[in-house]
């Protein structure tokens, strides 16, 4: 059973009727649901992911001290702590009462400044441009059970829809790195006979594809160890995902595998290129990313957010 359905389940077993039966006066202010950090909240668990913070228990969101007090929190606190320790076979550990630090009574405001600076989770440009994208992508995750009082999904719903000018900003720094480093860095390092570098620049070129093929998809690319997962689960994206798999899996040490890994590198670039025109990102012909890149660059219509560094978002 993954576990977000474990804590579901969990949660429609034992979270609500106590929530009904014991805080039904403030059952208005709250929210529940997982999410944050963690291979469960993406739906990434396995039996690997286990060995640490893997347990039956949920989230209880609620809003701040001026709408809801201590008082009332803690005892909410307490009431989350009774609940059964052990439930299909799995034991939550021993922790403070709250719950731990993923799942239990979480302030709505402490989560969201946890993971993207703001606890109100509103962004300002600045922050926009410098926030990662797997801070955001655990901001969103997971599953909200039930929103009574609607803050939590007000902000989770702001925080999906990333500006279209900083969209474009992110998306243009990394067409221009994949540009540099899968398209002009790879042979050079290969040419000269460092082997190693061209392996680190496949890495970044892998890297910055895959961030500008999540900012396409719409999704936010998670912390890396999970990136391919994501990729891979993205409709269409299956075969982008299989090439990059294919770049890093294989080594530089013959020309023929070399020559392959070069023509691999022009395949994905000349797609990207063709996805950005015919979305009109670009006005750009060819598949010479760097070129994309810059005229990506120049469909930001904030004149302060063009200006900035090609690569100030990446």
């Not at 496949?202 to 998809?217: G, P, R």
Request: hydrophobic share 40%; proline share 4%; aromatic share 10%.
């Amino acid at each position: 059973m993954k576990g977000i359905e474990l804590s579901e389940k969990y949660f429609e077993e034992f979270g609500r009727p106590m929530l009904e039966k014991e805080f039904s006066d403030i059952l208005p202010l709250i929210a529940a649901g997982i999410a944050g950090s963690g291979s469960e909240c993406f739906g990434f668990d396995d039996e690997i992911s286990r060995d640490h913070d893997f347990e039956p228990g949920f989230c209880i969101f609620i809003p701040g001290e001026e709408t809801l007090d201590r008082k009332r929190a803690f005892e909410l606190e307490r009431a989350y702590s009774k609940l059964p320790k052990e439930f299909e076979g799995i034991r939550r550990p021993l922790v403070a009462p709250v719950g731990g630090s993923r799942h239990g009574v979480i302030r709505t405001a402490d989560f969201y400044l946890s993971e993207t600076g703001s606890g109100s989770g509103i962004l300002s440009v600045e922050e926009w441009l410098h926030i990662p994208d797997s801070a955001l992508a655990q901001a969103t995750n997971g599953k909200i059970f039930f929103d009574n009082y609607g803050e939590f999904t007000d902000i989770r719903n702001y925080l999906l829809k990333m500006p279209t000018d900083i969209l474009l900003k992110r998306l243009a720094g990394n067409i221009l790195l994949a540009a540099q480093s899968g398209q002009y860095n790879f042979s050079r390092c290969i040419a000269r006979g460092e082997k190693g570098a061209a392996q680190l620049a496949l890495t970044e070129f892998v890297t910055s594809v895959m961030k500008a093929a999540f900012l396409l998809s719409g999704r936010y690319m998670p912390y890396y160890k999970w990136s391919f997962r994501a990729l891979a689960e993205i409709p269409g994206r299956q075969r982008l995902c299989e090439d990059l798999t294919l770049l890093l899996n294989t080594g530089n040490a013959d020309s023929e595998t070399v020559g392959q890994k070069i023509n691999l590198i022009e395949s994905v670039c000349a797609s990207l290129a063709d996805e950005l025109r015919s979305r009109n990102l670009t006005s750009a012909d060819g598949n010479e990313l760097e070129k994309h890149a810059y005229s990506v660059n120049d469909k930001i219509g904030n004149v302060s957010v063009r200006n900035l560094h090609i690569l100030s978002a990446t």
